[in-house]
């Protein structure tokens, strides 16, 4: 198994855990992006398909192709209402399995951080997009501590527990840019994008990150119960919250666009 699956193997834990914040993320990416709508489309890293809902939501497209690493995650996606026009199949962002010119944009959501060789990913995103085509994604910002489960990370670390993220670097405003000039796309664009993180209470916000998937989930796998509860004690302790029990803070991720050579 890759480290992909390990991370991402099951898509209805996903969904729990992160998928509704990747759908409002999703929803002002593509506001951003503003492309006309009944293109065909190549969502790359489609994952549990939670942005490829709405992509067929907010732009209509002709059709769309969707590629993730694991079963589990597409399995998830193929289940979901929203999403039937896509088509899922088990793909590496680094290889797709397309010919060339096969899209009118291409795009790849939350997903850079976790590929090893993010330029070839670019390129190939490229290839497969007709010439003017758009290669499009955006990351959370990790190093900024724009990632909705950033108070996790900061109260595992605060405990000296370590949790594996790999790619951080790559999720930089300055970074996406330069990994999408080394690829050869022209017409570059980069944003942030702002988010409100809502939970209704403690129970929320825990029962929401302590599932067993991403790296944080992982890592809450190997603690002992003394150490849950000292996890539990921290977050009390740190969490923006409300007089009403709400959990309230911002989250951001770093966009990308481009177009390919006419
Ligand atoms: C954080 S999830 C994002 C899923 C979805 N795009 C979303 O917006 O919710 C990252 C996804 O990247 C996928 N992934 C990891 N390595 C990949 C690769 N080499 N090629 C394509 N997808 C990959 C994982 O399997 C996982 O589904």
């Given at each position: 198994m890759s480290e992909a699956e390990n991370l991402f193997a099951d898509g209805e834990a996903y969904e729990r855990r992160i998928g509704r914040w990747s759908r409002v993320v999703g929803e002002a990416f593509i506001d951003w992006l503003a492309i006309p709508k009944g293109l065909r489309w190549l969502d790359v890293?489609?994952?549990?398909?939670a942005f490829t809902e709405v992509l067929i939501a907010r732009c209509a497209p002709a059709a769309v192709s969707a590629i993730d690493p694991s079963e589990g995650q597409l399995s998830y996606a193929r289940t979901r209402p929203g999403a039937k026009l896509a088509e899922f199949r088990v793909g590496d962002a680094q290889a797709l399995p397309y010919p060339d010119r096969s899209f009118d944009a291409a795009t790849m959501a939350l997903v850079i951080s976790f590929i090893p060789d993010p330029i070839k990913a670019a390129t190939e995103m490229m290839r497969v997009v007709k010439p003017g085509g758009w290669v499009a994604g955006y990351m959370w910002d990790m190093p900024g501590g724009g990632i909705p489960l950033e108070p996790m990370y900061r109260a595992l670390r605060s405990l000296c527990i370590a949790v594996s993220v790999p790619g951080?670097?790559?999720?930089?405003r300055d970074k996406m840019r330069e990994v999408w000039e080394k690829a050869g796309l022209q017409s570059i664009d980069t944003r942030v994008i702002r988010i409100p993180v809502v939970y209704s209470d403690f129970d929320d916000f825990w029962q929401s990150f302590s599932v067993p998937e991403g790296p944080s989930g992982q890592a809450i796998r190997k603690m002992s119960p003394l150490e849950i509860e000292q996890l539990k004690m921290r977050l009390r302790d740190q969490l923006p919250t409300g007089r009403d029990g709400q959990i309230v803070y911002e989250a951001f991720a770093n966009a990308v666009s481009g177009r390919a050579p006419s």
């Open positions: 890293g489609c994952g549990n398909g951080i670097e790559v999720s930089r």
